[in-house]
């Protein structure tokens, strides 16, 4: 079995769009990006990529009747509403789609209590990967793959998430600092998503954790040094008190910012996927990508 035709839904977000350009310079896909009716957006705008609307609320019969004909669908939009995850699921199944790729992605693993504890964001990665898993066992012909790749590294730079401000020359540091964490590029992401879908039977029904690297951080704030000739000024975070005040003032209110403080210390001390029964770098033909490397494209803008 061989997967042809692939369905992104979120082809216009910050991961969509680089996973866009990786299904499309792949070759081996014919990709199709899904829009909500009312978007602006242009994903693909000027490429062979088709485009078909999905109703703006997501409702089942309309997703159903869009992804009829698809092999594969992406969820690669935020989990503003669970519910929408959990119906394109359920769409997908319906219209016949053989493979769901969950909008995981993951910081940090839905299956770690603490996430889920922590953070609704996790509790909702974590019912639409038992979603899948449900519609999987009644329905042989629908499988899923979920990929968790840690910190979006690039990405993570340029929003804040991993506290290494590249204009002031500060960093973070967590407690003593000696915890290494895996971290991936957006084309990392993208390269572990083309390679799963080019391996249709081993990574069937799993979650497989990739990354560009797994680095502790100041091995990441040294790269950073070398890389601008610079030393930073580097401040110790207490993880423990930082992570009590930042569910405090979530549990208060909430709001963005605080949910990605702790994304952000979840992504550095609970993310070693080299220790994952599900470690899928040899499976996929991955390889480490050269730190110094990334961190100089970052510097020089070129991860955005
Ligand atoms: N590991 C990490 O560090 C990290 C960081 C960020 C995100 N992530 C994960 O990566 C995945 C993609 O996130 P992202 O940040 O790339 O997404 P994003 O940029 O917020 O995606 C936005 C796109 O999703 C579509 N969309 C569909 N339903 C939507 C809704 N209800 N609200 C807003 N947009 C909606 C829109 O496309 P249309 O307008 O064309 O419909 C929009 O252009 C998620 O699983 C997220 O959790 C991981």
New binding site residues.
């Given amino acids: 079995m061989a997967f042809n035709k692939v369905c992104l839904?979120?082809?216009?977000?910050?991961?969509?769009t680089i996973l866009l350009n990786g299904l499309v310079a792949a070759g081996d896909f014919t990709v199709t990006v899904a829009?909500?009716a009312s978007?602006k957006?242009t994903?693909g705008a000027g490429s062979s990529v088709e485009q078909i609307t999905i109703p703006d609320d997501m409702n089942l019969a309309g997703l159903t009747d869009a992804l009829r004909g698809q092999d594969v669908v992406i969820?690669?939009?935020?989990?503003?509403?669970v519910n929408?995850h959990l119906r394109l699921v359920e769409a997908a199944a319906l219209a016949g789609v053989k493979r769901f790729i969950p909008?995981?992605?993951?910081?940090c693993d839905a299956a770690s209590p603490n996430a889920r504890r922590l953070l609704k964001?996790y509790r909702d990665k974590d019912l639409v990967r038992h979603k899948c898993e449900e519609i999987a066992a009644a329905n042989p012909a629908f499988s899923w793959t979920a990929l968790v790749?840690?910190?979006?590294f690039d990405?993570?730079f340029h929003d804040g998430?991993l506290h290494f401000d590249l204009e002031n020359k500060t960093a973070d540091i967590l407690d003593d600092g000696s915890v290494r964490a895996s971290a991936s590029t957006l084309r990392r992401v993208a390269e572990g998503t083309v390679a799963a879908l080019r391996r249709p039977e081993p990574t069937r029904n799993r979650t497989l954790y990739i990354q560009s690297f797994c680095r502790s951080q100041p091995e990441v704030l040294a790269a950073l040094e070398r890389v601008t000739g610079v030393t930073w000024t580097r401040r110790t975070i207490d993880s423990k008190a930082f992570l009590e005040e930042a569910s405090r003032k979530l549990a208060a209110k909430y709001d963005k910012h605080t949910m990605e403080e702790i994304?952000f210390v979840l992504?550095a001390l609970e993310a070693d996927w080299t220790k994952e029964e599900g470690f899928a770098m040899e499976l996929l033909g991955l390889e480490d990508e050269d730190l110094d490397q990334v961190v100089a494209e970052v510097v020089a803008g070129l991860g955005k």
């Fill in positions: 839904v979120g082809g216009n977000g910050n991961l969509g829009k909500r978007s957006s994903p969820a690669s939009f935020p989990l503003v509403d929408q909008a995981d992605f993951g910081s964001l790749c840690g910190h979006f990405f993570g998430l994304v992504g």
